[in-house]
């Protein structure tokens, strides 16, 4: 089985991107491979990007992490919406404003992952994360609309695929007052979403 997870590198004006921190604790799955990347933050060019890793890396699980400042929890997304409505321009200094990611395509997709049951498992080992039913506007969004459009039309076997949101991490610099976690603890939760996420895959294969 390969994985591949990616990050993104910093944006805003930040130093830092949690989820690149987090993307290199990542360990793989035993008996799986684990394919990492960053992806640059720009709504055009981190798309093209990941469908130049899928088209050669192949994986049967693709996990996409970002960071979200505010939020608490590592959070699952259920969904991603086709829009681009930048607050703040890209690394390219892209500002889209209420433009869609593809004009022809659907409103949005859904996250082929039950993430109801993995946040259930994650939240039973005493892990912090919950279920999140916006990835917003940005770049995250586009991405994940994205990677499973390439999902859904592209790829030539089926992929598992969602986009993970991880929250500041405690010592990283950022705007005061907004919740973080602690490195390791978030760590800790997006390695055992992994692992029960490549579980997952081997008994769906088992079924079929």
């Known amino acids: 089985m390969k994985i591949m997870v990616t990050a993104f590198d910093a ?7 949690a989820s690149g921190e987090i993307l290199s ?3 793989a ?5 684990l394919v990492k ?7 055009v060019r981190g798309p093209e990007v990941l469908y130049s890793c899928l088209d050669v890396e192949k994986p049967d699980i ?3 992490l970002g960071q979200a400042g505010g939020r608490s929890a590592v959070t ?7 829009c681009m409505d930048a607050r703040i321009p890209d690394n390219a200094g892209y500002t889209p404003v209420d433009l869609p990611i593809d004009a022809n395509g659907p409103d949005a997709y859904l996250t082929n992952i039950p993430i109801h049951a993995a946040v259930s498992h994650l939240k039973e080992a005493g ?6 039913n916006t990835a917003g506007t940005f770049v995250c969004n586009c991405l994940f609309y994205k990677a499973m459009q390439y999902v859904r039309t592209h790829a030539a076997s089926p992929i598992l695929c969602d986009f993970i949101h991880i929250p500041y991490l405690m010592g990283q610099p950022h705007t005061e007052h907004l919740p973080d976690l602690a490195p390791d603890s978030c760590a800790a939760t997006v390695q055992e979403l992994l692992d ?9 294969k088992e079924v079929s």
Request: net charge negative; hydrophobic share 45%.
């Open 11 to 17: 944006f805003g004006g930040e130093s830092v991107n």
């Open 25 to 27: 604790r990542l360990q």
């Open 29 to 33: 799955p035993a008996g799986c491979e």
């Open 37 to 43: 990347q960053i992806l640059p933050t720009q709504f």
């Open 62 to 64: 693709l996990l996409l």
């Open 76 to 82: 699952p997304e259920r969904v991603a919406i086709n």
């Open 127 to 132: 892990l912090p994360a919950a279920i999140s």
């Open 196 to 204: 029960w996420t490549a579980h997952y895959f081997e008994t769906q």
